[in-house]
């Protein structure tokens, strides 16, 4: 069905020049003079090439149908990821990159979503959120309030990440699959 170009978002499944091109990356950019544009970042279904391509905001593109998996996480071995559906037991072996940087957070047994078109795996959706723990954290410096700027921390997976003074090494925290930001401390 045909969309306006502003409201593909990551995730989705477009068809242009002919291809099917699974959505990575978007972002509105307004010059100074000029209409307002989409920079998208896609990668070609068939091929596994990436690409960048410019919409108009008033462009329309061809949005395809997908269908959603139930998956749960099992291993990753090189760059692939091995998952097993939830209903049939089988297991379904994708390519690493189709987790995107949430990719990182994979922890065993962990329940993801597979968007699947034509029944061909096109990315892997993890949650929103995932719970992970502090392991390196700078020291608090005294007199710096929680509203102050973030401090660097290193995460149980090795991933760096921005957290607020407060929080040391040792606390679970929450933290955003989507862009790898800190949310909130966890709630024991």
């Keep these: 069905m045909k969309v306006q170009a502003n409201t593909v978002r990551p995730g989705h499944v477009i068809e242009h020049d002919g291809k099917q091109w699974s959505v990575l990356k978007i972002q509105l950019i307004q010059p100074g003079k000029g209409g307002a544009f989409i920079q998208v970042e896609m990668r070609d279904i068939k091929s596994g090439n990436k690409t960048n391509e410019r919409f108009r905001t008033q462009d329309t593109v061809e949005k395809l149908n997908v269908d959603e998996q139930e998956c749960s996480f099992l291993f ?110 966890a709630k024991d």
């Design 76 to 185: 990753a071995e090189g760059d692939m990821l091995t998952l097993m559906d939830t209903q049939t037991y089988e297991q379904i072996v994708v390519p690493k990159e189709l987790a995107g940087e949430g990719g990182v957070f994979l922890k065993d047994g962990m329940a993801v979503t597979v968007e699947l078109v034509e029944g061909k795996p096109v990315s892997v959706t993890l949650p929103a959120t995932v719970v992970m723990e502090i392991v390196e954290a700078d020291a608090v410096v005294k007199g710096q309030t929680a509203s102050s700027s973030y401090k660097p921390a290193v995460l149980e997976n090795g991933v760096r990440i921005m957290v607020p003074p407060h929080i040391g090494t040792g606390t679970r925290v929450v933290v955003n699959t989507s862009d790898l930001s800190y949310v909130e401390r």
